[in-house]
């Protein structure tokens, strides 16, 4: 993806490749640019260079969003700009755009409806979400099913289904739950953003404790470059991108908890 790049060309090398069926695809975008393809595999051997106009149609070519279009567009005259000025200006705007891009609600597009006071409500404790998202599971769309799966007391599960339920959050019908508003995201500068954290946290504590096999748990210490660092925190972004299109059609079978960390102590 292009957002993973700060030299155009050096993305333009793994989009396009030297070999194989990558080296057809730079002869057909030199049919699209109405050039030869010495004059593509020069511009990207650093010999020449592609124009504003080539940019365009590059990404016309590669099928970008807009998004994309706007990025790799910024990278290029980054690239070929004539003065240290021009180049900072369109460094901040690429810095802008890949800081807007860390944060996960930019990467996998949810909204949130409920407002602070629900917030507080929602968030802290772990069971409301849990409820939240086990309705969508047609075996625990029953009261009786909700409390042998997530082992709730009786007024605990009812005090959550009527807070859901009252919030749209939850639907029920003749006894039978379902899932309502389909994603809930808490913005990292929320106050609640701690206690959100935390619950799941203790709650992958229980799951270590139960041995499970099937689980997975990871924790390590790492010395590594800064520069590194933030390498690997793109990594863990762009692997929660990639796992959005794999859940969005996922059966609802089983309920997980997934959470992920990289800090520095």
């Given at each position: 993806m292009?957002?993973?790049?700060?030299?155009?060309?050096?993305?333009?090398?793994?989009?396009?490749?030297?070999?194989?069926?990558?080296?057809?695809?730079?002869?057909?975008?030199?049919?699209?640019?109405?050039?030869?393809?010495?004059?593509?595999?020069?511009?990207l051997r650093e010999r020449g260079d592609f124009s504003i106009e080539h940019a365009i149609q590059i990404s016309e070519f590669l099928n970008h969003t807009e998004d994309e279009k706007h990025y790799f567009m910024l990278l290029h005259q980054r690239d070929r700009a004539g003065s240290?000025?021009?180049?900072?200006?369109?460094?901040?705007?690429?810095?802008?755009?890949k800081e807007k891009r860390s944060e996960v609600k930019e990467r996998i597009k949810v909204d949130g409806g409920l407002n602070e006071k629900d917030h507080q409500v929602y968030?802290?404790?772990?069971?409301?979400?849990?409820?939240?998202i086990a309705v969508a599971i047609q075996e625990y769309q029953s009261f009786e099913s909700l409390l042998k799966r997530l082992s709730l007391d009786k007024r605990i599960l009812t005090e959550t289904l009527t807070f859901l339920s009252s919030k749209g959050l939850v639907e029920e019908k003749g006894g039978?739950?379902?899932i309502g508003k389909a994603r809930i995201h808490l913005d990292k500068n929320s106050p609640m953003i701690f206690k959100h954290h935390t619950n799941w946290?203790?709650?992958?504590?229980?799951?270590?404790?139960?041995?499970?096999?099937?689980?997975?748990h990871y924790s390590s210490i790492l010395?590594?470059?800064?520069?590194?660092?933030?390498?690997?925190?793109?990594m863990l972004l762009k692997a929660l991108e990639d796992i959005e299109?794999?859940?969005?059609?996922?059966?609802?079978e089983e309920l997980y908890s997934l959470c992920m960390d990289l800090f520095k102590l």
């Open positions: 292009v957002f993973e790049y700060d030299d155009y060309k050096n993305y333009l090398k793994d989009c396009l490749g030297t070999t194989g069926q990558q080296r057809g695809i730079r002869s057909r975008l030199a049919k699209h640019l109405n050039c030869q393809t010495s004059f593509v595999t020069q511009a240290i000025q021009l180049k900072e200006y369109y460094s901040r705007q690429i810095e802008e755009i968030y802290s404790q772990w069971y409301y979400s849990a409820v939240h039978h739950y379902k946290r203790l709650e992958g504590i229980k799951a270590l404790e139960s041995q499970n096999n099937d689980n997975l010395a590594i470059a800064r520069e590194d660092a933030q390498k690997i925190k793109q299109p794999v859940v969005a059609p996922s059966p609802e």
